[in-house]
């Protein structure tokens, strides 16, 4: 057992930590065959596969349940490569250890629930497993947090993040809107914690994978948790997102993979420049928001003093209509001009209300 638990390690703390399987174990056969396809390409560290799926709707195929376990048990001793599987209940968690599951995660769609991730948090007391933690559907970085913490107060060591994107109203592009700033911050927040990628259930759909996974990687990430099928058109479930093990093998064979914070000295000694740089035209910006938002004090004394509303419709779109206008001769996309002005007004909104209630 002592032996299984250090492969397990061994895995965990690899880098790049790459994971994949099929989003759902549907026969013996297909797991088996998932398993040894992946294997062979040697570039996969951990095989995955939805034992329980929870779906929106009913009628939707739920998983094939518990029957599904002696399955991957049977892959990990033909291929020696550990598994992962998605847990919701406390009886799920029992299973899935009762058959030796490696690595067990929780998803997007309990993370939303505290009640869900405490029962979850409650079976794992007193095991070494590792856990992983989907972020919540909606984006809503406290309860990621909340999720962690339950889990760590539940006495488990090693604890990750999945960062499988968030649904975003009117998002076209993407089946999960990536939101990348919420990951970032997520890793900011807990420094040391392993966060690994799911491009599958951002993007939705195969085309876009490779692009994605680059991203991730660029940012930093420790890994990718990539759903892969022997059949993926014919997949009981997500069949647009996954991919072969061999397309799998290619992607990962394409993917520029890039080097950590431990730089040479020499790329220590540029950087520094620049980032110097950086830290001098921050300071000169936060004293000229500092400045502006004096003026929107007294914007605010003037409009009390002659009893006008703090927001004036007209004057907030020709402000932003224009730094988008400016914004895009500096190379500044429309998205961030309109994010930092929203920022910027609801902040001098802040400051007038101040004004208007002093």
Same mark, same amino acid.
């Given at each position: ?11 965990w703390?690899?880098r790049p ?16 065959q ?12 951990m ?6 799926k ?26 020696a ?7 919701a ?20 769609r ?20 590792p ?10 970085l ?5 999720a962690v913490?339950?889990?760590?107060k539940?006495?488990?060591e090693r604890?990750?993040l999945?960062h ?24 900011r927040?807990n ?5 690994i ?7 939705? &759909?195969?085309d ?6 680059? /991203?991730? @990687?660029d940012?930093? =990430? %420790?890994?990718?948790?990539? $759903? #892969?099928?022997?059949?993926?058109d ?6 647009k ?6 397309t799998l093998?290619?992607?990962l ?44 004090d ?5 409009k009390?003093?002659h009893?006008?509303?703090?927001l004036?419709t007209?004057r907030w779109?020709?402000?932003l209509?224009?730094?988008? &206008? ?8 429309? /998205?961030? @001009?309109?994010?930092? =002005? %929203?920022?910027v007004?609801? $902040? #001098? ?10």
């Open positions: 057992m002592e032996n299984a638990l250090d492969n397990v390690i061994e895995k703390n690899k930590l790459i994971i994949s399987g099929p989003c759902s174990a549907e026969t013996e056969e297909q797991v088996l998932t398993a040894q396809r992946l294997a062979a390409t040697g570039k996969v560290d095989l995955r596969a939805g034992i329980w929870p779906r929106t709707r009913p009628g939707s195929f739920e998983g094939i349940g518990t029957k599904g376990l002696p399955w991957l048990q049977a892959a990990k001793k033909l291929t490569l550990p598994t992962a599987v998605e847990v209940t406390g009886k799920q968690v029992e299973d899935a250890l009762h058959f030796d599951v490696d690595v067990l995660w929780i998803g997007a309990t993370t939303v629930n505290p009640f869900s991730v405490q029962e979850v948090a409650d079976a794992l007391r007193g095991v070494k497993v856990v992983l933690i989907k972020n919540p559907i909606n984006a809503d406290e309860l990621w947090t909340g913490e339950r889990v760590a539940a006495g488990i604890i990750g999945i499988r994107g968030f649904s975003a109203y009117g998002n076209t592009e993407y089946r999960n809107a990536p939101m990348w700033h919420l990951a970032i911050e997520m890793k927040r420094p040391d914690m392993l966060l990628n799911d491009p599958s259930h951002i993007c939705g &759909r195969r876009i994978l490779q692009e994605v996974a680059q /991203e991730a @990687i940012l930093d =990430f %420790d890994g990718l948790m990539i $759903e #892969s099928h022997i059949d993926p014919n997949a009981w479930s997500d069949a997102q996954q991919i072969t093990p061999e093998a290619a992607l064979d394409g993917i520029a993979w890039r080097k950590d914070e431990v730089v040479s000295a020499a790329d220590h000694a540029v950087l520094e420049k620049m980032r110097q740089q950086i830290n001098q035209l921050d300071d000169e910006l936060l004293q000229l928001l500092g400045q502006r938002m004096k003026i929107a007294a914007i605010g004394q003037y009390k003093d009893n006008l509303t703090i004036q007209r779109n020709e402000i209509e224009r730094a988008v &206008r400016k914004g895009e001769k500096f190379g500044l996309s429309k /998205e961030f @001009i309109t994010q930092y =002005f %929203d920022a007004h609801m $902040e #001098s909104i802040h400051h007038q209300n101040k004004v208007f209630n002093s």
